[in-house]
Every structure is written in C-alpha cells, then in structure tokens.
C-alpha cells in the first residue's frame, strides 16, 4: 500500500546537538517530497520540496533534506538545533500529478537546555 | 501579504448539532483544500477545488459533510450532524494550483463534539 512512514513519534535533542529526522515512503515512482513544520497553535509551515535534480535540498530555518531513492526516503537534517525549533514536523508526499499531499504521522520534536 | 484566514479557530458543540467552518484562501491561489487532522496523526485531504470547482472530493463522507466554494475564492465546509468521531482539527490550505507549488495552511479550526 502507498504510504509515508515517519518512525519516529518523538525526539528529544539538547539544544545545539544535530538533528535528524527520518522518512520513507512507498510508492513506484519518485514523487514530489515535502517536510512541514507545524508549532503548536500554528498553521503548517512548508521548510523545503524536492521534485528533481540535486538531490540535497536546502530549506528555511537552516534545515536540509538529503533524497536517497535506493532508499525511498527523504530524511530532513540540523545541524545544530535551537530551542525554538521545538514543535512537530511532517513529511508529506505528492504521489502524482494531482498535487494532494500525503502526510506521515509526524515527529515531535522536544529540544533540552 | 494575508495568509490563509479560517475561522472561528475553536468550536465545541453537542453531537448531532451542525456545524460550518469558513476559509479565505491566499488572494489568487486557485486551489483550495481541505484537511482533517486527527490528534497525534498527520492531515487527510478531505476535498480539493480548482476554482469553484471540486476536483477531488473521494476522502469527503457525504452523509454528513459538504463543502463549497462559491465564485472560486472562499469555501465553507459543513458537518450535519456531528459525531463524536468528528472531534479533530479542520486545515485549510490553498496553492497556486501546480503540484509543485507550496500549500499555504491556515491555523485550523478545532472542533470538539461532546
């Protein structure tokens, strides 16, 4: 069945350690791949898309999102966390053409002082 | 710029009452969707317009719910009756219609049905 798995349902990372978050998917062909962020009483804010090309993406806030399609993932990386990237983000996919977007689950993640 | 506005932002009512959300897309964004959150889950796509039109409304359960978006700009989506299962998060988001384009989220309006 097509799909977008987020592992991970929480993370907690001291403040300025790295980050990594993961996210497979499943389905035949590559799809367009998003990673959203969603702050607690806040809309979804998109942080980067990848539809082609080079395969490392950079995004808003100092993020970066690294497509392996021998793996089916699309894993979104920090290098050093700051307190106020706490908060809850989505990988999403678009499977076709169509543009609807296929959410995963969702990892929360907490940052310590 | 105005960002996607939804309102009201909170709504508890008692099951099997109506009720309606409103949305007001990013001026020129011709794709307009609807999502439900449930608690602890990623959004589902409920119904996408293009324009006025509902391109795709298969995820939408029409016994109970409708939507619409009169002269292409801002859409209201209904719940007649509600259930208890209804209680969630409703998102808005509107696109320039591209799949590739960015989907712009308002703040959701939380319903919870008692």
């Known amino acids: 069945a097509q799909s977008v798995t987020q592992p991970d349902i929480h993370i907690t990372v001291s403040e300025g350690a790295s980050l990594e978050l993961r996210c497979n998917y499943s389905y035949g062909a590559t799809p367009y791949l998003f990673w959203y962020v969603q702050s607690p009483g806040q809309g979804l804010q998109l942080l980067l898309k990848?539809?082609?090309?080079?395969?490392l993406v950079q995004g808003i806030k100092g993020f970066e999102a690294e497509f392996k399609r021998s793996q089916s993932s699309f894993n979104l990386r920090k290098p050093s966390v700051h307190w106020s990237d706490a908060a809850e983000y989505f990988c999403a996919v678009a499977p076709d053409s169509q543009g609807n977007l296929i959410f995963g689950k969702g990892t929360k993640l907490s940052v310590k002082p | 710029e105005a960002g996607v506005v939804q309102s009201p932002r909170y709504k508890i009512i008692e099951k099997k009452q109506p009720v309606a959300f409103w949305c007001n897309p990013i001026s020129g964004h011709n794709t307009l969707y609807w999502y439900l959150q449930n608690l602890g889950q990623g959004p589902e796509l409920l119904i996408r317009?293009?324009?006025?039109?509902?391109?795709?409304d298969s995820q939408l359960p029409k016994d109970r719910f409708s939507a619409e978006r009169l002269k292409g700009v801002d859409s209201t989506l209904k719940i007649q009756p509600a259930e208890l299962g209804d209680s969630a998060v409703y998102l808005c988001?509107?696109?320039?219609?591209?799949?590739?384009?960015?989907?712009?989220f308002g703040p959701g309006t939380r319903l919870t049905v008692l």
């Open positions: 317009y293009e324009n006025e039109e509902a391109v795709d």
């Open positions: 988001a509107s696109s320039l219609g591209d799949p590739t384009d960015t989907q712009y």
């Open positions: 990848y539809f082609s090309g080079d395969t």
